[in-house]
């Protein structure tokens, strides 16, 4: 069983079209919620890290969010040099302890077209 | 050098053959792991050190051997690879032991195992 779902698998967006990825988590303790971009042939970059329900992080035209099941990374007024995939992780535990596994979803490969 | 940087970027390599991969951090964390990312599949956690202390093998088949001299260095020796073990690995790392443990990957190792 995932314990990381992202959906969509695919979005196509207009430049100036705003939407929103989810990523819904079965974790039984979440230490944090992390998301990242990644373009093609490279290695993923660090963008946000949610630690607690209703926690919001904001950079540029991305927003994330956090409830107890889902985090949402919502992009308002996308252009087309955000196409990339995103990637949503989790990690388990409790602060303090030694795990520090990510379990990553498949992303969503966003595309934004001029 | 800035970041976590990884050589090669590219690898081609009979079944027969042994290679080594190679990462290394600038940013004085003390975390390092190993991901596997394959086409349609989430990245998997290979391995992962920890104060060059090996503290998780995710049932990484024994083809694959790490090697951890410091905190700032990662290897990941290969021989006798299958066609199967193409794909890309990424290395990461990050400072644990605080709140913000974020991973930071490196660009990433294509591998082509013919």
């Known amino acids: 069983e995932d314990q990381v779902t992202q959906s969509p698998e695919a979005l196509r967006l207009q430049e100036g079209e705003s939407s929103s990825l989810n990523c819904s988590y079965t974790v039984s303790g979440l230490r944090g919620l992390f998301w990242y971009r990644q373009d093609p042939g490279k290695g993923p970059e660090f963008l946000f890290t949610l630690y607690s329900a209703g926690e919001e992080k904001e950079k540029e035209r991305l927003k994330a969010t956090l409830t107890k099941k889902e985090s949402f990374l919502h992009i308002t007024a996308p252009k087309p040099e955000d196409s990339a995939t995103y990637l949503c992780?989790?990690?388990?535990?409790?602060?303090?302890?030694?795990?520090?596994?990510?379990?990553f979803g498949k992303g969503t490969l966003l595309t934004v077209n001029p | 050098e800035t970041g976590v940087t990884q050589t090669p970027r590219h690898l081609v390599m009979g079944m027969t053959n042994k290679k080594s991969l190679k990462c290394e951090q600038h940013l004085g964390h003390n975390a390092m792991y190993w991901y596997k990312q394959s086409a349609k599949k989430p990245l998997e956690l290979m391995f992962v050190?920890?104060?060059?202390?090996?503290?998780e093998n995710n049932s990484v088949p024994s083809r694959f051997s790490p090697e951890c001299p410091n905190s700032s260095h990662l290897f990941l020796h290969l021989h006798t690879l299958q066609p199967e073990d193409s794909a890309l690995y990424l290395c990461?790392?990050?400072?644990?032991?605080?709140?913000?443990?974020?991973?930071?990957f490196g660009p990433g190792t294509r591998l082509t195992v013919l």
């Open positions: 050190y920890n104060f060059k202390e090996q503290t």
């Open positions: 992780a989790v990690q388990e535990g409790a602060s303090g302890g030694s795990n520090y596994k990510l379990t």
């Open positions: 990461a790392s990050s400072l644990t032991g605080t709140r913000n443990n974020e991973q930071f």
